[in-house]
Every structure is written in C-alpha cells, then in structure tokens.
C-alpha cells in the first residue's frame, strides 16, 4: 500500500534547494524560503533581479549570455558561477542537472512564468521531463503548485479557493474536498482538463491511481 503524503499549506516542507528563473519573481515570498534553505541556485538570467535584491545565491549556472559582464565580475567575488555552453538545454535543465548531480532533489522554484507563453510551456515540458528525479514546488503569482505521483491530502486549503489540477499527459485521479469530484477518472491532455475547481473543505485529498499532475492552490506561507 502506498503511504498518503500530508502536505500543510500553511506550513509547507523546506525544500533542499530554491532555484529562481529568470521570470517574474514574487521577492516578498522568495525571501521567506531564502531564510530557510542554505542552498539557492540562480540561472544567469535571474542573477541580476537577485543581485538588485541584495540577494547572493550560492551558485549561478547558465551559459552567461543573460548576465551583464559586470554582474558577472562582481558574482564571481561572491559565489560560484558555473557556465554551461552547451546549447542543446535550456538554463532551468542545466539547474536541474546540477541539483541531481549533487543529490538535490526536493527543489522549489521561483521565476516560472517569464511572461512570454512559450517560455512558461517550454518550463511545464521540463518540469514534466525532470518529474521522476526531483520533487517540485513551483511558486508564482500567489500561487503554489505541487507536483504529485501519489495518493496525497492538502490541509489548509481555504474553502472557495480555486484548485487546478494539470496533466502533460494522462492520470486517473479519485478526488475529495472538491465541488467537481473525480472517481477513478481520467485527466488527459488535449481531451479533458481539471482546471479551476473549487474547495469544499480544509483538506483536499488526491488519490493518483496512473500517472501524474501538477495541484495549484492559493499561496498561504
């Protein structure tokens, strides 16, 4: 029998490392998870919004064409700048990369959606890719989304607040604590969606029969 995880949005796991995107980034947030992780790993195009934010992270990867030579010159006196030419991965894989080459695997990043659609598709496809190896949580735009392969129950939830549920691909889901329940159905990609459902209760549980999905709630840390 597969053991349920308990996650607390309220109070959710520190994870090993946060890893910021060069996207838009909620500061107020990332300096709450910056308190408590000792590892913060920035790609190169994000190391100046850091920079600005008197925030040094503990290694820079990427292959420098985003950062400003003077900002590298004055990172590479504070921290480890890791230039990766390679062009054949985007700076969020090289990130990842590194983290699992290092046993970092329970990762939270900011940064996600850059703006632009195909650089916040381009991301979901990585995160899809990196599913298996690392444990994500993504945080953007007042949002916290986890991705999950297991039965898992969210406390915390407020009643009311929107819960998207998002498969790359296919999961069969039993669902509680939603006013659209699923039992034993299937989620699939390009034929049915579970976006913008509602919470009917403080815990919602999710139980992943095949496959995976990404669960957003409303950030509370």
Not at 81 to 103: N, P, R, W, Y
Not at 176 to 199: M, V
């Amino acid at each position: 029998m597969i053991n349920n995880t308990v996650i607390d949005l309220r109070n959710p796991r520190m994870p090993q490392v946060v890893l910021v995107l060069n996207g838009i980034i909620d500061f107020e947030v990332l300096k709450r998870y910056v308190q408590n992780v000792s590892t913060i790993i920035s790609t190169d195009g994000a190391a100046s919004q850091l920079y600005s934010q008197e925030i040094i992270p503990s290694l820079v990867i990427g292959d420098m064409d985003s950062l400003p030579k003077h900002i590298v010159g004055v990172l590479s006196q504070l921290t480890t700048i890791l230039t990766i030419d390679d062009q054949d991965t985007t700076d969020f894989e090289k990130a990842l990369l590194h983290c699992v080459s290092m046993g970092l695997t329970d990762v939270v990043v900011f940064g996600f959606h850059g703006g632009d659609f195909d650089h916040s598709f381009n991301n979901v496809s990585v995160v899809a890719k990196f599913a298996k190896d690392v444990r994500f949580q993504i945080i953007d735009n007042g949002r916290m989304c986890f991705h999950i392969d297991s039965p898992t129950t969210f406390q915390n939830v407020n009643v009311g607040e929107i819960v998207s549920l998002i498969t790359y691909d296919e999961v069969k889901v039993t669902t509680s604590g939603l006013f659209w329940g699923l039992t034993e159905e299937y989620l699939r990609f390009g034929e049915r969606e579970g976006a913008r459902n509602k919470a009917t209760d403080s815990e919602v549980h999710l139980d992943i029969h095949v496959g995976s999905l990404i669960a957003c709630f409303d950030f509370k840390y």
